[in-house]
Protein backbone atom coordinates (compact mmCIF):
# COMPACT_ATOMS: atom_id res chain seq x y z
CA UNK A 1 0.00 0.00 0.00
CA UNK A 2 1.21 3.58 -0.99
CA UNK A 3 2.17 5.74 1.76
CA UNK A 4 -0.84 7.94 0.64
CA UNK A 5 -2.86 5.92 1.22
CA UNK A 6 -2.09 4.72 4.59
CA UNK A 7 -2.66 7.61 5.54
CA UNK A 8 -6.36 8.53 3.79
CA UNK A 9 -7.18 4.96 6.04
CA UNK A 10 -5.85 6.90 9.25
CA UNK A 11 -8.28 9.77 8.30
CA UNK A 12 -11.27 9.07 10.66
CA UNK A 13 -8.94 7.97 13.68
CA UNK A 14 -7.43 11.05 13.64
CA UNK A 15 -10.57 13.13 13.20
CA UNK A 16 -12.27 11.54 16.39
CA UNK A 17 -9.17 12.32 18.30
CA UNK A 18 -9.08 16.21 16.93
CA UNK A 19 -12.98 16.08 17.75
CA UNK A 20 -12.18 15.07 21.33
CA UNK A 21 -9.26 17.40 21.78
CA UNK A 22 -11.16 20.61 20.45
CA UNK A 23 -14.75 19.81 21.17
CA UNK A 24 -15.19 21.95 17.75
CA UNK A 25 -15.99 20.02 14.57
CA UNK A 26 -14.56 22.90 12.19
CA UNK A 27 -11.21 23.20 14.14
CA UNK A 28 -10.96 19.22 14.18
CA UNK A 29 -11.67 19.26 10.80
CA UNK A 30 -8.31 21.42 10.01
CA UNK A 31 -6.50 19.92 12.51
CA UNK A 32 -6.86 16.69 10.40
CA UNK A 33 -6.04 18.28 7.17
CA UNK A 34 -2.98 20.21 8.41
CA UNK A 35 -1.77 16.82 10.04
CA UNK A 36 -2.07 14.79 6.48
CA UNK A 37 -0.55 17.77 4.65
CA UNK A 38 2.39 17.76 6.85
CA UNK A 39 2.77 13.99 7.01
CA UNK A 40 2.27 13.64 3.22
CA UNK A 41 5.42 16.61 2.52
CA UNK A 42 7.37 14.90 5.13
CA UNK A 43 6.89 11.45 4.15
CA UNK A 44 10.54 10.85 4.27
CA UNK A 45 10.89 11.62 7.75
CA UNK A 46 8.90 8.57 8.58
CA UNK A 47 10.53 5.40 9.97
CA UNK A 48 9.63 2.44 7.94
CA UNK A 49 8.27 -0.46 10.24
CA UNK A 50 7.16 1.81 13.03
CA UNK A 51 3.66 2.80 14.07
CA UNK A 52 2.01 5.28 11.11
CA UNK A 53 -1.11 6.09 13.70
CA UNK A 54 1.18 6.80 16.40
CA UNK A 55 3.22 9.47 14.05
CA UNK A 56 0.28 11.06 12.72
CA UNK A 57 -1.41 11.25 16.46
CA UNK A 58 1.62 12.71 17.25
CA UNK A 59 1.48 15.72 14.26
CA UNK A 60 -2.14 16.11 14.76
CA UNK A 61 -1.22 16.77 18.73
CA UNK A 62 1.89 19.21 18.26
CA UNK A 63 -0.35 20.94 15.82
CA UNK A 64 -2.70 21.53 18.20
CA UNK A 65 -0.63 22.43 20.75
CA UNK A 66 0.74 25.12 18.25
CA UNK A 67 -2.63 26.16 17.70
CA UNK A 68 -3.17 26.67 21.38
CA UNK A 69 -0.53 28.69 21.72
CA UNK A 70 -1.58 30.82 18.99
CA UNK A 71 -4.95 31.50 20.33
CA UNK A 72 -2.95 31.87 23.73
CA UNK A 73 -5.55 29.05 25.17
CA UNK A 74 -4.61 26.65 27.55
CA UNK A 75 -7.59 24.27 26.79
CA UNK A 76 -11.38 24.40 25.42
CA UNK A 77 -13.01 24.35 29.01
CA UNK A 78 -14.77 27.59 29.26
CA UNK A 79 -18.40 28.27 29.83
CA UNK A 80 -18.36 29.13 25.52
CA UNK A 81 -16.52 26.10 24.97
CA UNK A 82 -18.92 24.12 21.98
CA UNK A 83 -19.18 20.89 23.94
CA UNK A 84 -21.69 22.47 26.78
CA UNK A 85 -23.94 22.98 24.72
CA UNK A 86 -24.31 19.84 23.00
CA UNK A 87 -27.87 18.00 23.07
CA UNK A 88 -28.54 14.53 23.54
CA UNK A 89 -31.33 12.99 21.52
CA UNK A 90 -34.60 12.93 23.17
CA UNK A 91 -35.26 9.90 24.54
CA UNK A 92 -31.94 8.45 24.32
CA UNK A 93 -30.33 7.44 27.71
CA UNK A 94 -26.99 6.28 26.01
CA UNK A 95 -26.72 10.31 24.75
CA UNK A 96 -27.34 11.62 27.83
CA UNK A 97 -24.49 9.03 29.37
CA UNK A 98 -22.28 10.18 26.45
CA UNK A 99 -22.70 14.24 26.83
CA UNK A 100 -21.68 13.56 31.12
CA UNK A 101 -18.90 11.57 29.75
CA UNK A 102 -17.98 14.38 27.28
CA UNK A 103 -18.50 17.00 29.47
CA UNK A 104 -15.75 14.84 32.27
CA UNK A 105 -13.67 14.65 29.99
CA UNK A 106 -13.63 18.54 29.49
CA UNK A 107 -12.96 19.08 33.18
CA UNK A 108 -9.40 16.74 32.87
CA UNK A 109 -6.43 18.74 32.41
CA UNK A 110 -5.00 18.57 29.09
CA UNK A 111 -2.38 16.32 30.07
CA UNK A 112 -4.79 13.91 31.49
CA UNK A 113 -6.87 14.06 28.66
CA UNK A 114 -4.27 13.84 25.87
CA UNK A 115 -2.92 10.63 28.03
CA UNK A 116 -7.12 9.37 28.63
CA UNK A 117 -7.46 9.84 24.73
CA UNK A 118 -4.61 8.30 23.59
CA UNK A 119 -4.81 5.17 25.11
CA UNK A 120 -8.53 4.11 26.06
CA UNK A 121 -9.82 5.89 22.75
CA UNK A 122 -7.32 5.08 20.31
CA UNK A 123 -5.71 2.24 21.70
CA UNK A 124 -2.37 3.22 21.79
CA UNK A 125 0.14 1.48 23.91
CA UNK A 126 1.61 2.89 27.11
CA UNK A 127 4.94 3.24 25.38
CA UNK A 128 3.49 4.71 21.79
CA UNK A 129 2.05 7.38 23.82
CA UNK A 130 5.09 7.78 25.40
CA UNK A 131 6.46 8.96 22.17
CA UNK A 132 3.60 10.63 20.98
CA UNK A 133 3.01 12.46 23.84
CA UNK A 134 6.90 13.17 24.49
CA UNK A 135 7.40 11.87 28.00
CA UNK A 136 8.39 8.69 29.87
CA UNK A 137 6.15 6.16 30.21
CA UNK A 138 6.04 6.51 34.03
CA UNK A 139 4.41 9.99 33.62
CA UNK A 140 1.82 8.59 31.04
CA UNK A 141 0.85 5.45 33.83
CA UNK A 142 0.64 8.34 36.23
CA UNK A 143 -1.67 10.63 34.45
CA UNK A 144 -3.72 7.63 33.01
CA UNK A 145 -4.31 6.89 36.57
CA UNK A 146 -5.06 10.04 37.64
CA UNK A 147 -7.51 10.83 34.87
CA UNK A 148 -9.54 7.82 35.20
CA UNK A 149 -9.81 8.37 38.69
CA UNK A 150 -10.99 12.06 37.91
CA UNK A 151 -13.75 10.61 35.67
CA UNK A 152 -14.85 8.58 38.24
CA UNK A 153 -15.33 11.48 40.61
CA UNK A 154 -16.87 13.51 38.07
CA UNK A 155 -19.41 10.88 37.09
CA UNK A 156 -20.37 9.95 40.03
CA UNK A 157 -20.52 13.14 42.30
CA UNK A 158 -20.20 15.94 39.36
CA UNK A 159 -17.89 18.73 38.71
CA UNK A 160 -17.16 21.02 41.94
CA UNK A 161 -18.82 24.31 41.14
CA UNK A 162 -18.22 27.57 43.49
CA UNK A 163 -18.75 27.27 46.80
CA UNK A 164 -21.45 24.28 46.41
CA UNK A 165 -19.06 22.07 47.77
CA UNK A 166 -17.03 22.18 50.56
CA UNK A 167 -13.63 23.16 50.76
CA UNK A 168 -10.84 21.43 52.15
CA UNK A 169 -9.59 23.34 54.65
CA UNK A 170 -6.31 25.18 54.63
CA UNK A 171 -3.05 22.83 55.64
CA UNK A 172 -1.52 24.10 58.78
CA UNK A 173 2.40 24.22 58.79
CA UNK A 174 3.57 22.10 61.63
CA UNK A 175 7.25 22.25 63.10
CA UNK A 176 9.41 19.62 63.94
CA UNK A 177 10.31 20.51 67.89
CA UNK A 178 13.14 18.51 68.51
Known sequence: MKFEAEVIAWLPQLRRYARALTGDRAWADDLVQDTAERALAHWSAFRPNSNLRAWLLTILRHLYIDQLRGRREVAVDDESAPWRNLEAPQGDVDGLVLRDVQRALYCLPVEQREVLLLVCVEELSYQEASRALGVPIGTVMSRLSRAREHMRVLLT??????????????????????
Request: net charge positive; aromatic share 0%; proline share 14%.
Open 157 to 178: EGPVQGTARKAAPPLKVVRNQQ
